[in-house]
C-alpha cells in the first residue's frame, strides 16, 4: 500500500464499525450471503479507492451505504436470471427502503433477548443454520435427520424469533 | 397470526434459505411489490439473518461445546470482533487489490471491454424469409423472419424460402431436408432445393453426398435421392468438386448428376423445381388468403357489444394532416376514433397488414372514452417490442392517475404490469396497508426479454373491479391471477382520456416520466368487462391465423 498508514488504518478502523450494518443492508438485495460477501468487498474496495475525497469522517457510515447500494444494484444486474433474484424495480424499492430507524445495537440487543427466550437446542439449531457455508443438507445430514424436518423446525423457530424481535423493537405484534 | 402471514414468513424463509420456486418467488416479489409494510418485515428479516449469520460466523464452531450460552457467545464476539474482524478486513482488502491489479494489467487489451454489458451473441445464420403451408418435421413452428441456428430443418410440406446472412437464397421444397452449417455452407441431404447466389454471396457451397458444389454467381437447383445427387444448373455457372476427380465447371443449362460413383454431365431440367417467380405469386397468395380469412374472421369480434375500442391501425388515408386512428367497433362510436401523434405507421403481422410504430419520446395515440364507467375491463393488443429502454413501457395509460384509472405496462425486466388506482387514502386507517390502498399493482412473471424479441407477441388482461382480480396473458395462456390485497371491494373503472405507447398530457404543468414504447402494435381492444380466459385465447388464435 502506497497509502499513509495512518489513513489506511482510520480507513479500516471506520470499515470494521460499519461491517454489519452494511452487510445487513445488502441482505435484501443479492440472493445468497455469498453474494453479500462479494458486494461488501467490492464496496470496500471502492471505498478504499474513494476515501480521500471523504471530507467529513463522521458521514462516512451514509457514504459507504451509498456505495454498498451502487454496486449491490450492480452486482445484482450481472446476475442471471433465477427464482432467487428479485425484478429491478422491487430490487430498486427495497435499495431505497428507509432502514429502520432502530439502531443496530438496539436490533442486537433484541435479537440477544429473542435468542435467550428459546431452548438451548432450538437456540442452537437456529445458530447453526445461520452459519456461512453450512446448508441445512450438512445440517441434517451431521444431526441424522431429515432435510425437510430439520428445514421445517429450522423456519418455524427463525419465524418466533422474527416475531420476537419485531415486537420488542415496534413494540407491535405482527397481523 | 394470520395464515396470510405465515405464508409470507415462509416465502422469505425459504428466499433466504436460497430454496424458493419460481413460483413461490413470483408470489413473494408480488407481496413485497404492493406493500411498503412488508418490504419493511422483509428488511428486518434479511437484516436479522445477517445478524445471526455474524454471530455464528464468529462463533466456536466446534460441536463438543453444544450448549454455550448464547449471551456469552454474543459478548465474546462483540469483543473479538474489533482484532478479529480487523485483520480480516484488512488481509481482504490487500488481496482483493493485488488481484485488482494483476487483472488490470493482463487484460489490458480487452479492459475497454470490461465494466461495460456484455454484447449479446447471435448463434444463428440464416432467416426464415418466407414460408408457404410450411410444416416442419421436429414439429416446431417457424414463422416469417425467424432467424435459424445451424443445424438440420426436414420441411414436411410446403415451400421455405431461406436467406443465409451470406446473401445465399435457398428455395427449400417439402420432403426436403437441409442442415444449415454456417452463412457460407449448407447441406442437401435429401430432396429438392434451389439456390439463388448474389454477388456478395459468390462462393456459398452447397454439399451433396457425393458433391460439393460451389457456386460463382447463379441460380441453381439440385436434388437428392437415395440413388442420385442431381445439380442443374439455370443461369451463370457453379464448380462441382468430387473426391479424387479433377473439378468441373457446370455451366447454363448444363446439368451433373453422380450415381454410384458414376459422374455424368447432361442437361438442366429446370421444370422440376419450384423458380423464383412461382414462389413468389404463391407467397402473394398466401398472404392475400390469410388477410381475408382474418378479416372474415373478425367481423364477429367486431360486432361484440363489450367492445368499447377496437383499433387495427390500418392507414386509412393518404392525406399527411390524416392522422386518425379508426376504431373498428360495429356501431363505431365517432368519438372513440383515436389520433397518431408522431407514430409512424409500419408493417403489421404479416404482408398487407398495418401498425403504428412508437419510436421517440413523443410518439403516442391519443384516444377519449369519456366518463363511462365500468365493472371491469379486457385490454388485448398484438405488439412488437424492439427494445424494453424504460423503467415502464407503456402499453395504455389514463392521463393522469385518477380514481379507478387503469394502467397497462410492461416493465424493463419483461414483466407485464397492470395496476388500477383507488382514491385517496382511508383517513380512519390504523395499518400502512389500509392507508396506502390506492395503488393496486399486479405484476407478472417476466415475459419480454429485456433487449425484445422483434417478434408479435398478444398480450392481454382482465380486471374485475368488483373483485378486485386480475388475470394477465401472454400468446393466449394465463401468465397470472392475482386479486390486490388492497382491493376496497366493489368499485368500477373508468378511462376518460388516455394513450397508448406513452404517457403524459402535453399540458400537465408537473414533469412526467418517459415511458415511451419502443416497438409497434397493430391491433389493440379493450372491452369494458373481463372477458374469460377461454375468450382471450379465442382473440389470440384468430390474430395467429396459422
Redesign the interface.
Known amino acids: 500500500?502506497t497509502a499513509p498508514s495512518d489513513e489506511y488504518e482510520e480507513f479500516?478502523?471506520l470499515?470494521?464499525r460499519e461491517?454489519?450494518a452494511v452487510?445487513?443492508?445488502v441482505?435484501?438485495l443479492v440472493?445468497?450471503?455469498q453474494d453479500?460477501e462479494e458486494v461488501v468487498?467490492?464496496t470496500?474496495?471502492v471505498a478504499?479507492k474513494k476515501f480521500s475525497e471523504l471530507d467529513d469522517v463522521s458521514r462516512f457510515g451514509g457514504w459507504l451505504m451509498t456505495i454498498a447500494r451502487f454496486e449491490a444494484l450492480k452486482y445484482r444486474r450481472s446476475l442471471a436470471?433465477s427464482?432467487?433474484v428479485?425484478?429491478?424495480?422491487?430490487t430498486e424499492?427495497?435499495a431505497d427502503?428507509d432502514?429502520?430507524s432502530v439502531p443496530v445495537s438496539d436490533?442486537?440487543t433484541a435479537?440477544?433477548e429473542c435468542?435467550?427466550k428459546l431452548s438451548?437446542a432450538h437456540?442452537?439449531l437456529?445458530?447453526?443454520a445461520?452459519?456461512?457455508g453450512i446448508t441445512?443438507r450438512d445440517f441434517a445430514n451431521?444431526q441424522g435427520k431429515s432435510e425437510a424436518a430439520i428445514?421445517k423446525l429450522?423456519?418455524r423457530v427463525?419465524?418466533r424469533?422474527?416475531?420476537c424481535?419485531?415486537s420488542k423493537?415496534i413494540g407491535e405484534e405482527?397481523? | 397470526m394470520s395464515g396470510d402471514q405465515e405464508r409470507f414468513n415462509d416465502l422469505v424463509s425459504d428466499w433466504l434459505d436460497g430454496s424458493i420456486s419460481q413460483s413461490n418467488s413470483e408470489e413473494l416479489q408480488a407481496k413485497l411489490i404492493s406493500s411498503e409494510k412488508r418490504r419493511a418485515t422483509f428488511a428486518l428479516a434479511c437484516q436479522l439473518d445477517a445478524d445471526l449469520r455474524l454471530m455464528s460466523e464468529k462463533a466456536e464452531p466446534s460441536q463438543s461445546q453444544p450448549s454455550i450460552a448464547v449471551n456469552q457467545r454474543w459478548n465474546n464476539w462483540y469483543v473479538a470482533s474489533g482484532m478479529a474482524v480487523g485483520i480480516l478486513m484488512a488481509a481482504s482488502l490487500l488481496v482483493v487489490a493485488t488481484l485488482h491489479r494483476d487483472r488490470d494489467s493482463n487484460t489490458r487489451l480487452s479492459g475497454e471491454l470490461q465494466g461495460v454489458t456484455e454484447e449479446s451473441v447471435n448463434f444463428s445464420c440464416a432467416v426464415l424469409r418466407h414460408s408457404v403451408d410450411a410444416t416442419f418435421a421436429d414439429g416446431i413452428v417457424r414463422s416469417d423472419g425467424d432467424a435459424l441456428p445451424a443445424g438440420r430443418l426436414k420441411l414436411a410440406s410446403g415451400t421455405v424460402q431461406i436467406e443465409f446472412y451470406s446473401g445465399a437464397s435457398v428455395l427449400v421444397e417439402g420432403g426436403a431436408e437441409i442442415e444449415l452449417v454456417d452463412a457460407w455452407e449448407a447441406r442437401c441431404l435429401s430432396g429438392r432445393m434451389s439456390v439463388n447466389v448474389p454477388p456478395p454471396a459468390i462462393g456459398f457451397r452447397l454439399k451433396l453426398p457425393d458433391v460439393d458444389v460451389v457456386d460463382l454467381g447463379t441460380e441453381f437447383g439440385v436434388e437428392v435421392s437415395a440413388e442420385n445427387s442431381v445439380v442443374h444448373v439455370f443461369d451463370g455457372e457453379v464448380e462441382a468438386h468430387v473426391e479424387g476427380e479433377p473439378v468441373r465447371r457446370i455451366e447454363q443449362g448444363g446439368s451433373f448428376r453422380r450415381s454410384n460413383t458414376q459422374s455424368q454431365v447432361g442437361k438442366a431440367v429446370p421444370g422440376r423445381f419450384v423458380d423464383a417467380k412461382a414462389f413468389d405469386q404463391q407467397v402473394r397468395e398466401e398472404t392475400q388468403r390469410r388477410y381475408e380469412r382474418w378479416w372474415e374472421s373478425i367481423q364477429s369480434v367486431r360486432q361484440d357489444e363489450r367492445l368499447l375500442v377496437y383499433y387495427l391501425f390500418n392507414r386509412e388515408s393518404e392525406w399527411p394532416w390524416e392522422r386518425r386512428v379508426e376504431d373498428y367497433c360495429i356501431p363505431s362510436d365517432p368519438s372513440r376514433s383515436g389520433s397518431a401523434v408522431g407514430a409512424r405507421w409500419a408493417d403489421g403481422r404479416w404482408p398487407g397488414k398495418r401498425a403504428i410504430e412508437f419510436k421517440r419520446p413523443s410518439d403516442r395515440v391519443r384516444m377519449n372514452l369519456g366518463s363511462e364507467k365500468y365493472d371491469g375491463l379486457t385490454m388485448a393488443a398484438w405488439v412488437l417490442v424492439d427494445s424494453l429502454d424504460r423503467r415502464c413501457n407503456a402499453l395504455m395509460l389514463t392521463d393522469g392517475y385518477e380514481d379507478g384509472e387503469p394502467h397497462w405496462q410492461i416493465l424493463d425486466t419483461g414483466e407485464m404490469l397492470f395496476s388500477v388506482n383507488y382514491g385517496k387514502p382511508e383517513p380512519q386507517a390504523k395499518t400502512s396497508d389500509e392507508r396506502f390502498p390506492h395503488n393496486q399493482l399486479y405484476l407478472s412473471p417476466s415475459v419480454f426479454p429485456r433487449r425484445g424479441d422483434r417478434r408479435w407477441h398478444h398480450v392481454a388482461v382482465t380486471f374485475d373491479a368488483r373483485t378486485g382480480e386480475a388475470v394477465q396473458f401472454f400468446d393466449g395462456h394465463e401468465i397470472s391471477r392475482q386479486v390486490s390485497r388492497h382491493h376496497p371491494g366493489p368499485r368500477q373503472i373508468t378511462f376518460g382520456a388516455c394513450e397508448i405507447g406513452n404517457w403524459g398530457l402535453p399540458h400537465q404543468v408537473a414533469s412526467v416520466p418517459v415511458r415511451n414504447l419502443n416497438g409497434r402494435i397493430d391491433e389493440f381492444m379493450i372491452y369494458g368487462e373481463p372477458l374469460s380466459p377461454q375468450e382471450i385465447a379465442e382473440i389470440h388464435a384468430l390474430g395467429k391465423l396459422k
Not at chain 1, 428479485?86 to 422491487?90: A, G, I, K
Open positions: 500500500m479500516v478502523r470499515l470494521i461491517e454489519s452487510k445487513a443492508y441482505r435484501r440472493p445468497t450471503w453479500v468487498q467490492q470496500s474496495l478504499w436470471r427464482p432467487l428479485f425484478s429491478e424495480p422491487l424499492l427495497l427502503l432502514s429502520p436490533r442486537r435479537l440477544e435468542l435467550q438451548a437456540r442452537e437456529v445458530l447453526r445461520h452459519t456461512p441445512i451431521s428445514y429450522v423456519q427463525r419465524h424469533l422474527w416475531d424481535v419485531r423493537l405482527l397481523p
